[in-house]
C-alpha cells in the first residue's frame, strides 16, 4: 500500500506540477501521504479513507445569505460568494480524490466516476447536525432546495504549469466554471443569480463544519 501511494503520488506531483502563487501555506513544500492505520490517510489537512473512499477537512459558515456561486472556496478565494471557505489545499484535495480513483469529467459528461456525494456534519450546542450540501441551497425562483443529485469531479486544470484551483481558491462550485475542482451538474448550473443559503438549515456564520465528500450513493456496490 505505502509503495503504491508513493509512486502514484510521484507521477501525479510530476504531471501536475506545483503552483507558485498558492494561497494556501501547507503547499508550501511537497505533498506527503501520512499513513494512521490500514485504511486511514491523511495529505496535509485533508483526511481519507481507501475502503469507504471518504475525504473529509474542516470548513467554516461564510454566508447564511446572498448570491452564491460556490459551495467552498479557499480562505484566500472568493468568499464573497461562496457558502463555505476553509485553509486546506487544492492540490492535495485532487491528489485524495486521484488516489481514490474517482475519474474527473468534463464538458456536459457525468460518468459514474466522477459522481460525488457532499454531506456536511456540525455541532449545534451538545446536538450534532447533518445535512447535504444540497438541503442548505435554495433556488430563489422555486424557493425550494437544490434538487437531491451528484456533484461532479471537474478536476480542473493545469495553466502555465500551475493547477488553477491552487491559484483561485475555487474548490467546488455551483455556477460553471472551469478552475473549479468539483462542480454541480445539476439546472440552472449556469445561471449566477439563483442560488442562496437556504434559509433557517444554513449554520450561523462562523461555525465549524466538517465536509465529506463519499461516492454518490447510488454508485456503491
Known amino acids: 500500500m505505502r509503495i503504491w501511494l508513493t509512486t502514484l503520488l510521484l507521477i501525479f506531483t510530476a504531471t501536475l506540477g506545483v503552483a507558485e502563487e498558492e494561497p ?33 477537512f474542516q470548513t467554516t459558515v461564510n454566508m447564511d445569505e446572498g448570491l452564491l456561486e460556490f459551495l467552498l472556496v479557499h480562505e484566500n478565494g472568493k468568499i464573497h460568494e461562496s457558502l463555505l471557505y476553509t485553509d486546506i489545499s487544492a492540490t492535495n484535495l485532487n491528489i485524495a480524490l486521484t488516489l481514490l480513483h474517482y475519474k474527473p469529467t468534463h464538458g456536459e459528461t457525468l460518468e459514474k466516476a466522477s459522481r460525488l456525494q457532499i454531506s456536511l456534519k456540525w455541532k449545534e450546542g451538545d446536538k450534532e447536525r447533518t445535512a447535504t450540501a444540497n438541503e442548505l441551497i435554495q433556488h430563489s425562483v422555486k424557493a425550494s432546495a437544490m434538487p437531491a443529485g451528484p456533484w461532479k469531479y471537474f478536476g480542473s486544470a493545469v495553466s502555465n504549469g500551475k493547477y488553477l484551483p491552487q ?55
Open 24 to 56: 494556501a501555506p501547507e503547499t508550501d513544500q511537497k505533498p506527503s501521504i501520512e499513513q494512521i492505520d490500514a485504511t486511514h490517510f491523511k495529505i496535509g489537512k485533508i483526511s481519507f479513507n481507501s475502503k469507504t473512499r471518504e475525504i473529509e
Open 167 to 221: 491559484i483561485t481558491g475555487d474548490l467546488i462550485a455551483i455556477y460553471t466554471t472551469q478552475s473549479a475542482i468539483i462542480t454541480y451538474p445539476g439546472e440552472s448550473n449556469d445561471d449566477d443569480t439563483v442560488w442562496f443559503p437556504y434559509p433557517k438549515r444554513v449554520p450561523a456564520v462562523g461555525t465549524p463544519v466538517t465536509l465529506i465528500i463519499s461516492p454518490y450513493p447510488e454508485d456503491k456496490p
